[in-house]
């Protein structure tokens, strides 16, 4: 059974950057595309970008200027990086694996996902 | 960006009960709707991909069916581990879009 598990800073400085690291078990990275999904408290579901093993990326142009996802296969992790960040980015940050192909494509594992606070 | 919008933001049902969500979709995605349930502290959980296509280990009383811009989601009879918020998602064009979300309360 595939787990996702992010880990990180649970609060961050407005300005610096934001660093997640989603660590991926019970099955390999290499094959797949990789996902960060973010949720404000109380709000709904933005897509941040996604990785596939290759590094071939996709940003959400919303955050393109400020995000990059990179990928380790050596340890089975993907991480997340948002720079400048502000109090808007506070939220539930959730990683997932993208399965399917065309009309099939969804996103069937998550991580539990991580709370990032945004405060001084 | 394609915009989803959800009917209703929320609703209240009882056990047992037949539940539909509809999401409309801004411009036409053929059948590039996905559906997600979420609990309170919880990741959303996959229910529906492909529009009408069940996930692995999703009960049979949960299913959906749409096309081009009108997607619905329906529980045939609604159970108590089934209150949650529900969100579509098309993975029609990037960047991936989803709806606000529909909160299944307790009536």
């Known amino acids: 059974q595939v787990q996702l598990q992010e880990s990180g800073p649970g609060l961050v400085k407005p300005s610096e950057t934001l660093s997640l690291t989603c660590t991926v078990s019970?099955?390999?990275?290499?094959?797949?595309?990789w996902n960060w999904i973010r949720q404000p408290p109380g709000k709904g579901l933005e897509w941040i970008g996604y990785?596939?093993?290759?590094?071939?990326?996709r940003y959400n142009p919303s955050l393109e200027s400020r995000v990059t996802i990179s990928v380790d296969t050596s340890k089975n992790q993907f991480s997340l990086r948002l720079t400048s960040v502000t109090a808007a980015d506070t939220a539930f940050y959730y990683c997932?694996?993208?399965?399917?192909?065309?009309?099939?494509?969804?996103?069937?594992?998550w991580g539990q996902g991580t709370l990032v606070t945004v405060s001084s | 960006d394609i915009q989803m919008t959800q009917s209703p933001s929320s609703l209240s049902a009882s056990v047992g009960d037949r539940v539909t969500i509809t999401c409309r979709a801004s411009?036409?995605?053929?059948?590039?709707s996905n559906w997600y349930q979420q609990k309170p502290g919880k990741a959303p959980k996959a229910l529906i991909y492909?529009?009408?296509s069940l996930q692995s280990g999703v009960p049979s009383r949960f299913s959906g069916s749409g096309s081009g811009t009108d997607f619905t989601l329906t529980i045939s009879s609604l159970q108590p581990e089934d209150f949650a918020t529900y969100y579509c998602?098309?993975?029609?064009?990037?960047?991936?879009?989803f709806g606000q979300g529909t909160k299944v309360e307790v009536k």
């Open positions: 997932a694996r993208e399965s399917g192909r065309y009309e099939t494509t969804r996103l069937d594992y």
């Open positions: 019970g099955g390999s990275i290499n094959k797949y595309y």
């Open positions: 990785i596939h093993y290759s590094g071939n990326t």
């Open positions: 411009e036409s995605m053929s059948n590039y």
């Open positions: 492909a529009a009408s």
């Open positions: 998602q098309q993975s029609y064009i990037y960047p991936w879009t």
